[in-house]
């Protein structure tokens, strides 16, 4: 039920958030009735193939154009020469998640895969001839690729929007008071988001306007940074994107192969479209990048951590500046009396990698808890037993309280689902059959950002209602999980909800990111319907013919599509209120974000614990057993909430034992650019897996209590099925993917 009052503080949800309802969109996608961007098909529409770069290092010197253009179907080819310029400069970065913008500004060749031209013709076929056609031809340099032969980075940076490096607590002290000292390197793999559809965009222009769908998890930003490199008002684009099979971070940031088929619809006055290939979308659309990440905990006499030390070393481009976050991970999770971190980027001739999901994190804290479970065994102690000595109420980074951690409760209630308790401590000492039986486990944490959003509901004159936010359904469920909350700000029945979202007309939802997504836009769409609810109230409890006559908002609450008196049991229908109002509808306004400077440090949690099985003679690892326990806030849709956090394990999955993009050393090229070579995990990998959410309340997050779930799977689940290969086979992974022959 809503309060109709505003929602300063806890609120409490009515009958909609709870429950575990299927998504919204389901019929639709298993229907084939969803469409995503390249199944526009606007009339006059024109094809565009990018040609891309078979070098990774040095300038394109001749491509024939003529040769493509003669080939029957090919209506242009752009290439540096005659594409049109930006009204930006490509280095001018209007927003923290826009990347420098490469659209064919010149002829050098910064990666494997870059494009170097764009191809336009009347069918797809034509236009990939085309560019096969361009044969290009390049004046080759050596490329570096690896971590060991890139050059130190030296521009000043930041790691993903936070500091580079971070101290807290007297380090030397911390260490001074320390009997043991425990280091681990870890390296982790270049990965690639893969989503199951490609970045495609179809573009259109109507005079001035600009009509594009796109796949996009930030419909407001991405309008503003498409219209400021197009030269035209943010008001003159409407960008689309009512699904997405999948972003991951890859289509919350605006590329320029984009922009590119948006300069040639402009140009050549016809709608175009470009849908990128499984193997174009290995450089120009961003990656998680390579780390290299040396940890070094200094521990007292009883076992406690006196001092994390986090050091990451990462790959970046030659043209911009992302560096991954890994160290960030050490920041918040266990008690340590010091804390140093820092980031170190080198460049490479690579494109630019970018946040994807659970960015920093992800990587971070598999290194992390390779660490603790090495410095366990030092300390004599059990790895869950170690955790929990250095469990920690305030995070030492910042000296702020949690605003909430259940934490304690997800080891209790995963140990015991997974019976960590019969663990022997030595490692190699289980067996199933002639497989070697190991058991690890990690910690998962994750931030709890939030963006701005803002949203409308409008309740309508039969009780019913619609509600606006351009939010982004990347598979997530926010259809589902929004539409939920907007219910109970309004107070009525989900099936009387009509959710608008999925394009740039609508007001903005923000980015879906950082887990971010259902706090955000969730808490714009509560506070929508609750003013739409207290104008409903104000109309009620002032109107003498009203059973709510006298009232007072605060005396009424919203549910069912009724306005309840608080003193008795007296109701009144909306429709009533609003009939006898002579009203058609009444419309709330509502934004979401975090006010003011945080004074408590927020965080998902939950603890992962694994079982893996490997062959002694040829290495193979399977997991065979995962289990994980959540806490996460109030949790919206227990279902889609459960969804979210197994797809985030199997994430963990591909992480620990899969996902690597492999570069040969010489060309530069990609080797496995496709989904036969990159292996993501299969259902055959995805063994017994359970995910659980534990309760808890955090009046701090924000008004709703909501945290995210969207990332924080991925985290503990890595070191914890490193941690499970060790303690089958006494071997410590120090890199991920681990290979099998890693074990024998
Ligand atoms: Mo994400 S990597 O926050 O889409």
Known sequence: ????????????????????????????????????????????????????????????????????????GVVKVYIPANVPALALSPDNKIHPFVWRMEALQDDSVRYAGQPIALVLAETL?????????????????????????AEPFNTETTAFGRPADHASGDIDLAR????????????TAAQFHNALEPHAITAQWDGDRLVIDSPNQALGLSRQTFAAFL??????????????????????????????????????????????????????????????????????????IAAIQHDTVTLTSTFDHFLEGASNASHSVYAAQALRTTHRGRRADIGTPGPMRAPGEAPGSAALEIAMDVAAYAAGLDPLEFRLRNYTDTDPSSGMAFSSKALRECYAQAA?????????????????????????????????????????ATLRADGSAVVETSAADMGQGAWTVLAQIAADGLGIDIDKVEFRSGHSDLPDAGVAGGSGHTATAGTALFNAGADAVRQLADLATNDPASPLFGAGNSGVTARNGRLHRNDDDRSEAYEDILARAGLDLIKGVGAGAREGEPTRAMFSHGAVFAEVLVDPDLGQIRVSRLIGAFAAGRIINPRLARSQLLGGMVWGIGFALHEEALHDARTGRFTN?????????????????????VHEDDAFVNALGIKGVGELGVTGTVGAIGNAVWHATGVRPHRFPIHPESLI
């Not at 001074?176 to 390296?187: L, W």
């Not at 650019?673 to 959410?693: Q, R």
């Open 673 to 693: 650019n496709d989904l036969a070579g990159y292996h993501i995990p299969v259902n055959a990998d995805a063994p017994m897996m359970e995910a659980v959410t």
């Open 231 to 304: 030269g035209i008002a943010p008001e003159d684009v409407l960008l689309r994107s009512p699904f997405l099979g999948g972003g991951f971070g890859s289509k919350a940031i605006l590329y320029g192969a984009q922009l590119l088929a948006i300069l040639a619809a402009r140009d050549l006055g016809r709608p175009v479209k470009l849908a990128l290939r499984r193997d174009q979308m290995y450089g120009p659309v961003g990656h998680r990048a390579t780390t290299r990440q040396s940890l070094r905990l200094d521990l007292d006499d009883g076992g406690n």
């Open 1 to 72: 039920m809503a309060d109709v009052m505003n929602i300063q503080g806890h609120v409490r949800l009515g009958s909609s958030a709870g429950q575990p309802l299927t998504r919204r969109d389901g019929i639709l996608k298993v229907t084939g009735g969803a469409t995503y961007a390249a199944d526009n098909r606007p009339e006059g529409l024109l094809h565009a193939v990018t040609a891309t770069a078979s070098i990774a290092r040095g300038r394109v010197t001749h491509l024939d154009v003529a040769a493509a253009e003669a080939h029957p």
């Open 176 to 187: 001074a008071q320390a009997v043991r000292q425990v280091t681990t390197e870890v390296e």
């Open 416 to 456: 015991e689902a997974f019976g960590w308790a019969d663990r022997p401590r030595e490692p190699r000492m289980m067996r199933q059959g002639r497989l070697l039986k190991g058991w690890g486990m990690g910690t998962a944490q994750f931030p709890c950002p939030m963006f701005q959003a803002a949203a409308h």
């Open 125 to 149: 076929e034509a236009a990939t001839e085309g560019a096969r056609l361009l044969a290009p031809q390049y004046d080759a340099r050596t490329p570096h690729v690896t971590l060991d032969d």
